[in-house]
């Protein structure tokens, strides 16, 4: 298109050194088109939703002041939500939340929200651990339910963004995921998770949760096989491909493109999409 840069919208492509596992752009990808959103942190510092959007308003300003316009790429839809919607996350209460988090029953969790916010409650997943702690952090910690920031993910007014989602079918999604982490072992990313393992400081709590690391850090511990690591990694990719459709799915302003065998067949229905907003 000859004017688009590509924003990164990834809450993991964020950590320097996290570049196999997490597929970031390579140094000849960036080299050919500017990418932004990439390595804003080290693997043991915390990133939140705010300070990616912070950064994400920076990127955003210097290429719309160069002539040029914005293509947000990535999966973490909360960020994504977050740049496309304005929304303003409450802030965060670190000690509610390391309490929170030594309760390891995510079943227990929920039902202490649908108690202390049951319109939060109902509108996520009970075991998605992650937002159910974050949700219970700000009605603990700011003494207001979780709800009452905002509208909420349910609603997606207009946004002048056009959101385009490629879709495989689950048995071919199956398969590009096992071969995917085979791509990605033969790169070098047991090394890499080995070298991260090795940091002066020990990892935050969203790099090392992130899938893929977490089994593999298990691994070069000592803690189970190569081939245990890879089965668990590859199973939490599949589940998790799942809910990030489903995520996707609801909000009824993407547009989908279906892909049945080679994915440079999606492109001129994108082309097409983008090029209609101009």
Aim: aromatic residues 6%; charged residues 25%; glycine residues 8%.
């Amino acid at each position: 298109m000859g004017d688009v840069e590509i924003v990164a919208v990834d809450a993991l492509q964020v950590y320097r050194g996290m570049d196999i596992g997490t597929a970031k752009p390579t140094l000849a990808d960036r080299a050919e088109i500017p990418h932004h959103g990439l390595d804003l942190a080290e693997p043991w510092q915390d990133v939140t939703v705010v300070q990616y959007l912070a950064a994400y308003d920076d990127a955003v300003a210097g290429i719309v002041a160069s002539g040029h316009r914005p293509l947000l790429v990535g999966g973490t839809g909360l960020y994504l939500r977050a740049a496309v919607d304005r929304l303003q996350p409450p802030g965060e209460w670190p000690a509610v939340r390391v309490a929170l988090e030594a309760e390891p029953d995510t079943a227990a969790l929920h039902a202490r929200l649908r108690q202390l916010d049951p319109d939060a409650a109902r509108k996520m997943e009970p075991s998605n651990r992650r937002r159910v702690i974050r949700a219970l952090e700000v009605c603990v910690g700011s003494g207001r339910p979780f709800s009452s920031y905002g509208p909420g993910l349910d609603h997606y007014p207009a946004a002048g963004i056009v959101q385009i989602g490629l879709r495989w079918r689950r048995e071919d999604l199956a398969r590009r995921i096992l071969a995917r982490f085979e791509d990605l072992l033969a790169a070098g990313f047991v090394e890499e998770v080995r070298r991260l393992a090795g940091a002066p400081e020990p990892l935050s709590r969203t790099a090392r949760q992130a899938i893929g690391y977490a089994e593999l850090l298990e691994h070069v511990a000592g803690l189970c096989s190569l081939e245990e690591a890879v089965a668990r990694a590859v199973a939490r990719t599949r589940r998790f491909a799942v809910r990030q459709e489903r995520w996707f799915r609801r909000d009824p302003r993407v547009h989908w493109v279906d892909i049945t065998t080679d994915p440079l067949d999606a492109v001129p229905a994108v082309l097409g999409a983008l090029t209609a907003c101009v």
